[in-house]
């Protein structure tokens, strides 16, 4: 009975060899898909248990974010420095509920699993030592991000400051309040997380929204830039005659659209419509300029781009359908359907001070490795790669802000600052005469050499109220900002 | 007497001085003490990825594993000194790994005790308490089988206690018998057994010692249709009853795994006894036709062949009874890789059952490909060194027993791996020697004390020459026999030529006394 026997024994190899070959599929050919599959938690636990990389600022290599050692299975603790500070950048990075921001724009570069470290992980590998995940530098400048969070908690409000750099388009700030602490999300048990979690989700005033990129406003009249801009592009000067009538009738309507305050105009000029704000001219302009130039000028300063990354993904802004006569009146003064995220609301002063060219807004400075060795600079772009306006126009319309910074009220006025500048009040929700307005800044400074431009918005007229304006409520915010980065003039 | 075909054999045992045949025990003391040591390794590596003090503590737990091999080498020595020398070895290190594996997935569990402050008890503790006992019956079996051949005396007596053993857990309430949805346990207020794993080793014993007396009733040729020579029908009786009995552990105690196993066994010996296919292929088409009517009357069975055809299926992972631990394992597998995460660096525990059915899983995640391959070639050549013995050994008893065992080895790995990686319908038994439990620890050694006792009687020379006692009459024989050709076969005179003639009964000179048992032929 040995044939048998032996026949028995070569089924059992074939057996093992089937076993074999099996394995070899599961582990070898199908792995890379049960390894990535959503469902393998395996992952996640493995890159919560990486040292991951840290968030640092540019200028003075504060870090924004940092692993501390924990003595648990995922082996280290995401811990933020100024957590609601920064928290619209760093954004948040929780086990349980996934990342935000930088958190998650970034997270190849933080986890280690960038392409671009490749052959460092290779050689952690040789070398035994457990991967780290390399580092982000942000463009971010933490005396601009402090002035302005302080401020804007200070005063208790609810809405957003965005400043950048005009000739490179490097973000120097980017608050949103109120805001929330990112350490609370970030922590290793889910009792805590989830305590924090349902606390910013059901407060009204929505902390976990990022204002500056993710909300869009009715800009009000710093929209006024853009319909000058358009409007110089067309020929007009600063001393191109315009009414001063107090309100214009819509075109094919009943409704009137007047200026603030229903008062006359104060001036008779381009120059002073923009330094007053007043807003029947610019209505008018709209009217006259059209839907296509409108809207042409307003893509050259980026509004309309869907896909801007910083690298967070930045909510579009748009001018609305732009379908009647009165659409194009009101949407000249920036209400109807226009929207602006604060973050293109800098770039119109931005725009501007930088002789007309849009820069492309960004928040990461350069990459580094875990050692710290520089993976990738970011260099300056253009937005679009069309100038807004000439730099001749730029030039007219810088100093009609200046002047328009002189008729501005508000506190922190420092006439070293040279702040060119345009407020904005603008009526929003659907019983708008009656709703706080929007109050909006935004501006550059010195306006001969612009070195920040900012933009300010406080929701519903922060504690003013309907008599909110945006020189009485934002300007302080934004010259504050400015003087942080300049230094106090 | 029947004895003159050995008279050359003797011949040649009276010239040649007597040829001692190797034992290779050092080979195997050799071989146990480099398994010992790769399980230290492994035992090392756990502790430092999982950041737990490195004492010396663990080079006395690689003695202490090693002084109790030794123990049970020693007994080999004793008792079956001519005993195949890699089975232990192999044994060895298959359940050293297993007590690692079983470690480590204590650590992750206490962890996440801790973290949902709950107490967690170790189940390696329990799992080293059972080695040690599983060798103490190892040497018990070696000491008290030391002839395997003594077993066909009890084949039915352990046919009708395996059967009974078997049925039991489906007879008993499922508060006593059923854990995890499968009835095949026997909960005692201590500890759990799984009968079914002694069953196998019973059934084995019965079907070899059936199958040797009743082997020429299998050879018999029934009715030829189509050139195949069916079997009579009457003949047919056996084999319906294994079948109808396998589908009853698949019906009433839920256990495919146990199922498949024992059909397979049973056809294989089948086969082996008979040398005829027709009893696979009957036996085959027999379950198969079994498997189709269970699998539409009965719910457990659908779902193990949905979670077979698609574990990744939203439907199927997400539902009761679905694919999510067969899914998780083959995540675990995926992320392992060719090389595995490395021991005690991988997350073996969120496959529920990680350290019993799903163990190879917990290999396959932290060894990699090349860990599991090389825990299967351990299995296989555990197999093949006892199919060794089973084709050596001279008694037929012997060979379909030998090669009953090391089938089943195979077998059983065959469904725990197969079932893990997805190449079968996952059924959910233990891996030999790896898994946690008792029961399966324990059958296991007695299974290997049986391998090794038939491999100790394959490879000890057929019988000992005599002591040379009568060496030197022996040289005076030659005068004597000359002087009285007419007796050639009588013994030679005594050493003093005045007592005449040998006592009766002795055996004739230079012939030693053969065991009439051993007449059996290949």
Redesign the interface.
Known sequence: ??????K??V???V??V???A???Y???V??????T?S?????L??EYARQRGQIVASTNGAVLAKVEPSN??YKFKRTYVDGAMYAPVTGYYSINYGSAGLERAEDDILNGSDPRLFVRRLSDMVTGRDPRGGNVVLTIDPAVQKAAYDLMTQRGYTGSVVAMEPKTGRILAMVSTPSYDPNLLAAHTTKEQLTAWTASRDDPKNPMLNRAISETYPPGSTFKLVTASAALEAGMGPDTTVTNAPNVKLPGTQTTLENYGGAPCPGTTFKDALAHSCNVPFATFAGQLGKDKLTKAAQNFGIGQSDLTVPMRVAQSGLGPLDSQGALYQSGIGQRDVKLTPLQDCLLSATVANGGMAMKPQLVQSVLAPDLSTIENYSPAQLTGTAALSSANAAILRDMMVASEGFTGGGGKDGALQIASKTGTAEHGTDSKNTAPHAWYTGFAPSNDPQIAVSVIVESGGNRGLAATGGSVAAEIGRAAIKAKLGGG | MGQPVAAPVSAQYTTNPPRELPTRRGTELLLLAFAVFIVTIALVLVEANQEQELTSSILWLGLSYLGVLTVAHLAVRRWAPYADPVILPCVALLNGIGLVMIHRIDLALAERAVQAGKDYSPDVTKQVLFTVVSLVLFVVVLIVVNDHRTLTRYGYIAGLIGIFALALPALLPSSVSEVNGAKVWIKLPFFSIQPGEFAKILLMIFFASFLVSKRDLFMVAGKKIVGVELPRARDLGPILISAAVCLGILVFEKDLGTSLLFFSIILVMLYVATERVIWVALGLSFFVVGCVIAYNLFDHVQNRVANWLDPMDPVVYGRRGGSFQIAQGLFGLGTGGMGGTGLGAGRPDIVPEANTDFITAAIGEELGFIGLAAVLMLYLILAMRGMRGALAVRDTFGKLLGGGLAFAMVMQIFVVVGGVTKLIPETGITAPFLSKGGSSLLANYILVALLLRISDAARKPAARPKPSVPQAPLAEAHTVMVQRPETPLVAPPPPTPALGQPPLGQPPLGQPPLDPSQGGTA
Not at chain 1, 1 to 6: E, F, G, I, S
Not at chain 1, 39 to 43: A, D, K, L, S, Y
Request: glycine share 2%; proline share 3%; aromatic share 6%.
């Open positions: 009975m040995n044939t048998p026997l032996r028995v024994g089924a059992m190899l057996m093992v089937l076993l074999l099996n394995a070899t599961i582990q070898v199908k792995a890379d898909d049960y390894r599959d469902r393998n938690t395996r992952v636990y493995e648990d299975k």
